[in-house]
């Protein structure tokens, strides 16, 4: 029997162990198959080293962290700053998606404080959407298939849109007895460390981590840490009552009150 598949699209290496990692892991505890791509390829996070030499480590450090999930990576499309919705970059999306064949989409949040990730958003939802067309070619060409694809966005980085706006999630997945993994996948990104804190006033992206999954717990009143998620429309995606995480992680994932609940 074919294992459930999610793939997790987000914008530059060290994203989706900042953000995602904790859901990837619960669902890889429950058998699934993980997939993870960057889209970017980190050329611009440092002040240290040439272009080339960042692509390489920071490819390496992507790729560690990845067989360390134990999933499949999948590699960069662009460079930072250079996420664009456009026809090429969507039929090399649609590639990736195609390929892995997810029964779920982790990607970014709709609006958040950098360009990047919110056209990673874009680019990944509607590379899903286009999943079964036929007459769609993908980048390298890749068959479509037609099967439900669920899609979820996590948490704008500090749980603060472009606005700094508090942006509540409609479901928590309880990460607190994986957390010290994720801090040890965002480690495999040294090359991150410096630049983090040059750039961004960063005292310690570890512990970056674990404060930022400590107030979505908070905001769960459940959980200790927690990875927040809202769940795309599924129109054109799959059934109106279909939600795939919520059902993949009994006991670890639950639904935020209705009133919590963020609007896009």
């Not at 198959?33 to 240290?48: E, F, R, S, V």
């Not at 390298?140 to 606005?163: C, I, K, M, N, W």
């Not at 009143?221 to 795309?232: D, S, V």
Request: net charge negative.
């Amino acid at each position: 029997m074919t294992k459930p598949a999610v793939l997790a699209i987000a914008a530059h290496p060290d994203d989706i162990e900042m953000l995602m990692a904790g859901t990837l892991l619960r669902l890889a505890e429950r058998g699934w198959d993980l997939h993870y791509c960057n889209l970017a390829n980190g050329c611009n996070g440092t002040t240290q080293y040439d272009r080339e030499a960042i692509i390489r480590m920071r490819a390496e450090e992507g790729r560690a962290a990845a067989e360390q999930m134990g999933a499949t990576f999948h590699p960069s499309i662009c460079d930072d700053l250079g996420i664009f919705y456009d026809d090429a970059s969507l039929r090399k999306v649609a590639a990736i998606v195609r390929r892995a064949k997810p029964r779920i989409v982790l990607t970014h949040a709709p609006v958040d404080y950098m360009e990047d990730h919110m056209n990673a958003c874009r680019l990944a939802l509607t590379a899903a959407f286009a999943r079964g067309m036929p007459n769609f070619v993908t980048d390298p060409p890749e068959p479509p298939f037609a099967s439900p694809v669920a899609v979820y966005h996590a948490q704008p980085y500090t749980h603060r849109d472009g606005l700094g706006r508090v942006v509540h999630p409609g479901l928590y997945v309880d990460v607190s007895d994986v957390v010290e993994r994720k801090v040890e996948l965002l480690a495999l990104h040294k090359s991150q460390k410096d630049w983090l804190d040059e750039s961004q006033g960063l005292d310690s992206y570890l512990q970056t981590l674990r404060d930022l999954d400590a107030e979505c717990g908070r905001m769960s009143t459940l959980f200790q840490y927690a990875e927040g998620w809202r769940r795309h429309n599924p129109m054109g995606y799959g059934p109106a009552d279909d939600d795939p995480l919520l059902e993949a992680l009994p006991e670890r994932a639950f639904p935020a009150p209705k009133q919590e609940r963020a609007e896009f």
